[in-house]
């Protein structure tokens, strides 16, 4: 063991433990009105136009901008660029659909998607669709973040801490973040941390590019050494034109409909937040994953050689051309990245799972004290499930995440959105439309199967639109609830 060893470790754990600090000196200073499930989940929906980019930008860059994306970009070239050019579907979605839900949800005090459903089509049954799809896929996703965080503070340690042990580290401050801070909390917390992921992987980038002789020098020796980096379908044939086509829908409709994404509409205090959280995220996305990442990545590929896990692209970067003292300080970024996005994704499946699983018909004649006390035992239940299922991770965290997670998410997508513009859209179409395209998904993909060359995701994405509009046109019809309650 080593001094700078025990030196890294210090600088990661007491980055963790300064934002405890952080959100105690918020909680102090709080008012001591009694405590509810709008001010612990909701933020009591007033985070403003400075914070709420902020946390948009912290909530959607995981441990995936300093590992999972540099990984890619090592492994599939420029390909994974798909990422950026889909974002702005993100933003769109962000600026029209979160502002309308927004209206809504203010009006009617929704605080997840399951709720709006159930309102909407008066059905049971979507409200805990929607909430099984939301926290399945959300736990598998929360799951490789803890897997994530662990790996960086692995590496940057030089083996000191135990992967297991790192899980524990990671869980025990999530848990503390949560379960104090609540919204607010986390949304305070993610201002930092996204100033500070934002500054890492830059750093990062620049580390990189040095050893290599700067971007020019970069590009031009992957393409003496590596072309097929800078060309799509990529060295391993990935992104073929169906693949590369799929993402276009995956990705913007997966991340937004990630609870921690989709929820930071409803914590918005104006439309003036709104639009600046939209404006945010190509402006992130760009900076990180057009840029920093894809040097660091390609970099990776001229100075490391063959990987066993190409995650670990930027740690070992980071260890093998910057001093101990800079690794530890661009990890530390990296566990920032991780545990913002941790923390957004603990709270909101504790959010569906306690709200509108545990105590449905409860909630309104629980006492705030008893809601809360339930709600924090959730937060444990949750964190140490999610812990669990990292300790055998798989060794490429992305794709379980845009296989897993995004595919599953998007299937709320078409129900949701044709809910929200079309008046006649009915409870047995998006039911049917939903069920289908997640049953297809899935068993697709246990039985790998891509019929006509096709991937899953693509059959039942577009069969649950077709479903819900063919359904709705057979029995759609015009509701006075729906068109005063909904359409003002």
């Known amino acids: 063991m080593s001094s700078i060893q025990v030196f890294s470790f210090i600088i990661i754990v007491g980055y963790l433990a300064s934002l405890i600090l952080i959100i105690y000196n918020k909680k102090r200073k709080e008012s001591k009105e ?31 901008a300093f590992l999972g994306a540099p990984g890619m970009y090592y492994t599939h070239g420029i390909s994974y660029m798909v990422l950026i050019l889909s974002q702005v579907w993100v933003a769109l979605m962000v600026l029209y659909f979160g502002n309308r839900i927004r209206i809504l949800a ?28 939301s926290v399945t896929m959300t736990m598998v996703f929360l799951s490789m973040q803890y897997v994530g965080n662990a790996r960086a503070m692995q590496v940057v340690t030089g083996g000191l801490v135990p992967y297991n042990v790192a899980i524990l580290i990671g869980v025990i401050f999530s848990l503390i973040y949560v379960s104090v801070g609540g919204a607010s909390g986390v949304v305070l917390i993610d201002a930092v941390q996204a100033v500070v992921l934002m500054i890492g992987i830059v750093i990062a980038a620049v580390i990189a590019l040095v050893p290599v002789g700067g971007i020019q020098s970069l590009f031009q020796k992957t393409l003496e050494t590596a072309p097929e980096l800078l060309s799509r379908p990529g060295p391993k044939g990935l992104y073929a034109n169906k693949y590369w ?8 409709f997966g991340i937004w409909f990630c609870p921690h994404i989709w929820a930071r509409s409803l914590m918005a205090k104006d439309k003036k937040a709104i639009a600046m959280s939209a404006i945010s995220i190509p402006v992130s996305q760009v900076l990180i994953y057009a840029f920093s990442t894809l040097f660091v990545g390609l970099a990776g590929h001229q100075l490391l050689g063959t990987l066993d896990a190409a995650d670990n692209v930027l740690p070992l970067m980071m260890k093998n051309y910057s001093n101990w003292l800079v690794a530890a300080i661009i990890m530390a970024a990296a566990t920032a ?11 909101e499946v504790t959010k569906i799972v306690s709200q509108d699983l545990v105590l449905y018909k409860k909630k309104d004649t629980v006492s705030d004290a008893e809601n809360m006390r339930v709600t924090r035992i959730i937060i444990v239940v949750i ?58 998904l899935f068993a697709l993909r246990i039985l790998q199967l891509t019929p006509m060359g096709y991937p899953g995701f693509m059959w039942a994405f577009f069969g649950n639109i077709i479903i819900t509009v063919g359904l709705s046109l057979m029995n759609g019809e015009k509701d006075p609830r729906v068109e005063e309650r909904f359409f003002f």
């Open 383 to 440: 964190a140490v499930i999610s812990a669990a299922i990292a300790l055998k991770p798989p060794a490429t965290l992305v794709q379980v995440v845009q296989d897993v997670a995004y595919t599953g998410l998007a299937q709320l997508a078409p129900g949701f959105i044709l809910s929200l513009y079309w008046k006649k859209v009915s409870r047995q179409g998006v039911a049917a439309g939903m069920t289908f395209g997640i049953v297809t």
């Open 245 to 252: 086509i799929m993402q276009f829908i995956v990705l913007p």
């Open 106 to 133: 203010n009006r009617y005090n929704y605080i997840s998607i399951g709720e709006y459903m159930e309102d909407r089509f008066q059905s049971r049954y979507l409200n805990i669709l929607a909430s099984v799809i």
């Open 34 to 64: 009694k405590e509810s499930a709008e001010s612990f989940f909701m933020a009591s929906r007033g985070v403003n136009a400075v914070l709420l980019p902020l946390t948009m930008i912290a909530a959607m860059q995981s441990t995936f």
């Open 337 to 347: 990245a991780g545990m913002s996005t941790i923390n957004s994704m603990l709270l």
